[in-house]
């Protein structure tokens, strides 16, 4: 890739005449409606982006050549962040109140999931034009709130309807003209969702129920069936602090690790038969569930008030192996691309740590203002990121 700055362009990058963005990435600073570009190979910040509005909840995906990010603000903001030269390249407001997006297949479209005014807008990713809007609905309750938007093969979006309890699967082959395959009655309140990392499988999870929708991507006419019933409740309810992101789950070897909802445990579930095989004690309710890119190891982060801690899984062992003690309102993980960094947002403490994952030292502390998400480039390159 090559790229002959302009003087213009953020001081930190001024003097680079040629290189990529595969070790580069964002730190969301929330509360300052900004975003730090950071570079793992120097574990450093590079340049920083402000002027992105509400950032709470913000979440990004990356151009297919790993230069643009794209990121989704809860004020309904879209913002195109030129990674190398260090600014914002365009944003839009197309919303009242947004949660998430996703970016096509082929990286043309950029898709953002709505509460408000609900449905998906399609955009696209050179201009952020709009392209198409998808008003999803039902006649009864009108647009409904979206969730759980994720790309999938074959140039396709997928997606939750909070009030209407259905699954969207939209294809934008022709994206002034969208194909829409509904699923109705997929249970009540969808709340969120994911597609595994080989887009075979979309599952949202079910706040009015307790259990999951999983959609077969490969077999769409066998519909969508429950599974998981009392996925983590068990026989006695408790309270839930912070529902857990099913982005969250971590596909490790054969076996997925999923939060479990409200309890102070991790689900081990067999993806063949979608059956609870085991349960891991772990310090307190998690929220996210990640595993290192190789699949040995599975990180887990915590609701309030016990949010100060990291656990370790030993995938091999099923338990526990190390904890770490970041500090106040740790947000969010994120890998390095071959996992030799795991880097964790520390929010309350204003700062995040670079861990060593062998060795489980930390390596460095980047200062960021309440920081929350972190994503790295890599992600342009994996389905259902």
């Known amino acids: 890739m ?9 001081l930190a990058f001024a003097e680079v005449a040629l290189r990529g963005t595969g070790d580069l990435g964002l730190i969301v600073e929330r509360a300052a409606g900004r ?36 990121v989704f603000g809860r004020d309904g903001g879209l913002s195109k962040i030129d990674l190398l030269e260090g600014r914002l390249a365009k944003r839009i407001v197309q919303g009242g109140n947004s949660i998430g997006g996703a970016i096509s297949q082929d990286g043309a479209l950029v898709a953002v999931a709505n509460y ?60 002034d003209n969208p194909r829409i395959t509904r699923f109705e009655g997929v249970g009540a309140l969808p709340y969120d ?6 887009g075979h499988y979309y599952i949202a999870g079910l706040f009015g129920e307790d259990g999951l929708a999983l959609l077969d991507m490969w077999r769409l006419d066998a519909g969508v069936r429950r599974i998981l019933d009392g996925y983590g409740r068990g026989e006695a309810p408790l309270p839930v602090y912070k529902m857990p992101h099913l982005e969250g789950w971590a596909k490790a070897g054969d076996l997925l690790f999923l939060p479990a ?63 770490l003690t970041p500090g106040k309102a740790v947000m969010h993980i994120e890998f390095t691309p071959r996992g030799e960094q795991a880097w964790i947002s520390v929010r309350d403490e204003n700062r995040v740590d670079v861990y060593d994952t062998r060795t489980m030292e930390r390596l460095s502390s980047i200062a960021a203002e309440t920081p929350s998400g972190i994503f790295f480039a890599a992600r342009a390159h994996r389905i259902g990121l």
């Open 2 to 10: 090559v790229l002959i700055l302009s003087a213009t362009s953020a």
């Open 116 to 175: 408000e005014p609900g449905g998906v807008r399609v955009f696209d990713s050179g201009t952020l034009e709009p392209v198409a809007d998808i008003p999803a609905g039902d006649d009864a309750a009108g647009r409904s709130k979206v969730v759980g938007l994720v790309d999938a093969p074959g140039q396709r979006f997928v997606f939750s309807l909070y009030d209407a309890g259905e699954i969207w699967i939209a294809d934008m082959s022709e994206p």
């Open 261 to 323: 909802v409200g309890r102070h445990e991790v689900l081990v579930v067999d993806p063949r038969t979608w059956q609870e095989v085991e349960r891991i004690p772990v310090h307190g309710q998690p929220v996210f569930a990640v595993a290192r890119p190789d699949g040995r190891q599975v990180w887990v982060t915590f609701a309030h008030p016990l949010n100060d801690t990291v656990q370790v899984i030993d995938v091999a062992a099923i338990e526990v192996s190390h904890a």
């Open 193 to 198: 969702a994911l597609i595994t990392g080989d």
């Open 35 to 70: 975003v730090q570009i950071v570079e793992t190979t120097t574990q450093s910040k590079l340049a920083a982006v402000d002027g992105l509005g509400d950032l709470s909840h913000a979440s990004a995906v990356f151009s297919r050549d790993g230069r643009f990010a794209f």
